[in-house]
């Protein structure tokens, strides 16, 4: 394999290559997805995934699950133990604490990869994962550092490992993390992720509100200037909205509507309850 072959595969520098489940293609500057036309068939090529992407992990009002607990208990049927991962937060033992104490509340132990010997070792074994939110870019760094993009894609395309992502824990099952809300407070090696989707998720979607004197750009203008770079869909959550991916089917549930962004055309509404058709 040449040299500029090894670097586009991800070998020299230890970033995964591309998803191969996904209708992509890889730019000449090979940092780029581009995703083909997606068309209903091939929305999700691969059946055997298994995702729930939750766009926020509180919802105002309630407390920390509360408003995915219904569907975290569905999706996570048959499960005993969850594999946490609480790289996107600087207190790890305080994050893994919290969720073991809520997810043991709706019947699942959980162990925190962060305190394996060998995290590599827990993810080739577990049956769930859950990886929370918080700082995208500290989180996907970490996935780099502990080598677990890898495994985690395999084991989740074979359909060996049921993977459940908050927020942050959502934008890393996308192609890219080009989507995120968050600062680039640390800088990982690639911002490609996990590719489990073929499209971007923008979590905490906020509507532009028209009384606002803010002159800064509206969510809405941050996705668009998005598409003219990437053909990538996105797919922007509201608040108590979340992505069911089951059996090749994406289902949009929870309370909220979802705003779908694709290039060339006007955005779009997803109500809760229907399929996402890209
Ligand atoms: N910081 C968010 C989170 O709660 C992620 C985002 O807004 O992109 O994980």
Do not use: W
Not at 115 to 127: I, K, L, W
Not at 178 to 204: C, K, W, Y
Request: hydrophobic share 40%; net charge neutral; with cysteine.
């Amino acid at each position: 394999m040449s040299e500029t072959a090894n670097r586009m595969s991800g070998r020299e520098c230890n970033i995964p290559p591309m998803p191969t489940h996904v209708p992509f293609s890889i730019s000449p500057l090979g940092s780029i997805y581009n995703a083909s036309r997606i068309t209903n068939e091939d929305n999700m090529s691969n059946s055997l995934v298994r995702l729930l992407l939750i766009s926020n992990s509180t919802l105002h009002g309630s407390g920390y699950l509360d408003h995915a607990e219904g569907e975290i208990r569905d999706f996570l049927a048959g499960v005993r133990q969850v594999l946490f991962v609480p790289y996107a937060l600087r207190d790890r033992d305080g994050y893994a604490a919290k969720v073991a104490e809520r997810l043991a509340g709706m019947g699942f132990r959980v162990s925190s990869v962060h305190q394996a010997p060998d995290p590599r070792a827990e993810v080739e074994t577990a049956e769930a994962i859950f990886i929370g939110g918080g700082n995208t870019f500290r989180l996907l760094k970490a996935l780099y550092d502990n080598d677990l993009l890898d495994p985690i894609r395999r084991r989740a395309q074979e359909g060996s490992l049921r993977y459940m992502g908050a927020s942050a824990g959502s934008n890393v099952a996308c192609p890219t993390i080009r989507t995120t809300n968050d600062m680039p407070i640390v800088e990982p090696p690639s911002l490609r992720a996990l590719g489990l989707v073929p499209f971007q998720i923008n979590p905490h979607y906020i509507d532009p509100d028209p009384n606002s004197t803010l002159m800064a750009e509206t969510r809405e203008e941050r996705l668009l200037q998005f598409l003219e770079e990437n053909e990538t869909p996105v797919v922007a959550l509201r608040e108590g909205a979340m992505l069911r991916v089951e059996g090749g089917r994406v289902m949009l549930k929870g309370v909220a509507a979802a705003r779908i962004f694709r290039r060339g055309q006007p955005p779009r509404e997803l109500v809760p309850g229907a399929r996402l058709e890209l």
